[in-house]
């Protein structure tokens, strides 16, 4: 896995799921603050920035569905938070990642069917 490959394609995902795994559970730059505010993604003064990181969201689900095994995605997100954004590892990075990549596996419907996508 590349960690620096970031441009997966969107393909059969649904973006908005993803995102809310993302910024519920990981959101490294902290962005938003900690899941127990009332903060949302999606709300008017976080959408500018709503898209932050689903390059690396997009990356994950995709390798964990192509079958890459769970440590090797969770140490992709944490390569991306130390290295590549260049932030301490902090104590909980490890478990924020591992539970980004626990909450993809859990949710098939992240997945769009082709035949369910609009034309």
């Keep these: 896995m590349n960690p620096s ?6 393909q059969n995902i649904d973006l908005s ?10 959101d490294p730059i902290n962005l938003i ?3 127990q505010t009332d903060q949302q993604w999606y709300s ?4 500018p920035f709503a898209d932050e990181y689903d390059a690396y969201l997009v990356f994950a689900a995709n390798e964990l569905r192509n079958g890459a095994a769970p440590q090797q995605t969770v140490d992709y997100l944490v390569h991306i938070e130390t290295q590549h954004m260049c932030l301490a590892e902090r104590p909980d ?7 980004v990549v626990t909450a993809i596996l859990a949710d098939d419907s ?7 996508q609009p034309d």
Aim: zero cysteines; glycine letters at 6%.
């Design 93 to 99: 990075t490890r478990d924020r990642a591992l539970a």
């Design 17 to 26: 799921r993803l995102r809310h795994i993302g910024w519920t559970l990981w």
């Design 110 to 116: 992240i997945w769009i069917d082709a035949d369910e």
């Design 5 to 10: 490959n970031t441009n997966s394609p969107h």
């Design 44 to 47: 008017d003064k976080n959408l």
């Design 33 to 35: 603050g900690p899941a």
